[in-house]
């Protein structure tokens, strides 16, 4: 009666055995870890409760997990998962494009994010503008008051490396005058209009301190034909 026993759990054996061997032929079953080495390798997993199509994505470095791709959703596994890779190429392909679409989706969240924390910046960089703006226009106040004196001012300012005070006189003028032009024989008067806009400068030279960018006028030309 034993041996009948013991014959029956060898043959038992013998016929489970080939099944595990034969369930992925060909490929020796790896740890999420080793396959994360070639991170877009479609993968099978073989979990104790399920088996998942997944591609592998990388290795969260001191976690004891690896990121993967199941059914396009990025998920954390424990890192001695063991897996094999995918040998049927309408799976591979399916789970390459589930790859691929998840990625661009990836790329365009943190090209977002990377807008959002941007635009943030120079939010904050207008802000930062804005408060030193509003800072050396009181300071400015309270020097017009009396409240601060020149040196005061001016230590102030270039000590939060702002602008330096410089009041300024706007002058607006009003030049008229006349002269006589004698044109060549075939010169109309429309070609010493033209001339005398051209041609015709203010001479600021004699005068102190003339911001030179900041000079604007216009010449206005009225020309008419004269005989002596």
């Given at each position: 009666m034993t041996n009948i026993m013991q014959q029956r759990v060898l043959t038992s054996d013998r016929s489970r055995a080939p099944l595990a061997l034969t369930a992925y032929p060909h490929q020796q079953p790896q740890s999420l870890a080793e396959l994360s080495a070639a991170p877009g390798r479609a993968v099978t997993i073989l979990d104790a409760d399920r088996r998942d199509n997944a591609v592998v994505l990388r290795q969260a470095e001191g976690t004891g997990t690896v990121q993967v791709l199941i059914n396009g959703q990025d998920r954390s596994l424990r890192a001695d998962i063991r897996a094999v890779p995918v040998t049927d190429p309408a799976t591979a392909l399916r789970l390459a494009q589930?790859?691929?679409?998840w990625a661009l989706t990836a790329e365009r969240a943190a090209a977002d994010r990377v807008s959002g924390l941007v635009e943030q910046d120079e939010e904050q960089q207008r802000?930062?503008?804005?408060?030193?703006?509003?800072?050396r226009s009181y300071a400015i106040d309270r020097h017009?008051?009396?409240?601060?004196?020149?040196?005061?001012l001016d230590k102030f300012l270039a000590r939060f490396d702002l602008d330096p005070y410089q009041p300024l006189h706007r002058v607006q003028f009003t030049i008229t005058g006349s002269f006589y032009v004698k044109p060549n024989d075939d010169a109309s008067t429309g070609y010493t209009k033209d001339d005398v806009r051209e041609y015709l400068g203010l001479d600021t030279d004699q005068v102190d301190n003339v911001d030179l960018d900041t000079l604007a006028f216009d010449v206005t030309v009225d020309v008419k034909a004269h005989s002596e």
């Amino acid at each position: 009666m034993t041996n009948i026993m013991q014959q029956r759990v060898l043959t038992s054996d013998r016929s489970r055995a080939p099944l595990a061997l034969t369930a992925y032929p060909h490929q020796q079953p790896q740890s999420l870890a080793e396959l994360s080495a070639a991170p877009g390798r479609a993968v099978t997993i073989l979990d104790a409760d399920r088996r998942d199509n997944a591609v592998v994505l990388r290795q969260a470095e001191g976690t004891g997990t690896v990121q993967v791709l199941i059914n396009g959703q990025d998920r954390s596994l424990r890192a001695d998962i063991r897996a094999v890779p995918v040998t049927d190429p309408a799976t591979a392909l399916r789970l390459a494009q589930q790859a691929v679409a998840w990625a661009l989706t990836a790329e365009r969240a943190a090209a977002d994010r990377v807008s959002g924390l941007v635009e943030q910046d120079e939010e904050q960089q207008r802000r930062h503008t804005r408060e030193l703006a509003e800072i050396r226009s009181y300071a400015i106040d309270r020097h017009r008051d009396g409240d601060i004196c020149r040196e005061g001012l001016d230590k102030f300012l270039a000590r939060f490396d702002l602008d330096p005070y410089q009041p300024l006189h706007r002058v607006q003028f009003t030049i008229t005058g006349s002269f006589y032009v004698k044109p060549n024989d075939d010169a109309s008067t429309g070609y010493t209009k033209d001339d005398v806009r051209e041609y015709l400068g203010l001479d600021t030279d004699q005068v102190d301190n003339v911001d030179l960018d900041t000079l604007a006028f216009d010449v206005t030309v009225d020309v008419k034909a004269h005989s002596e």
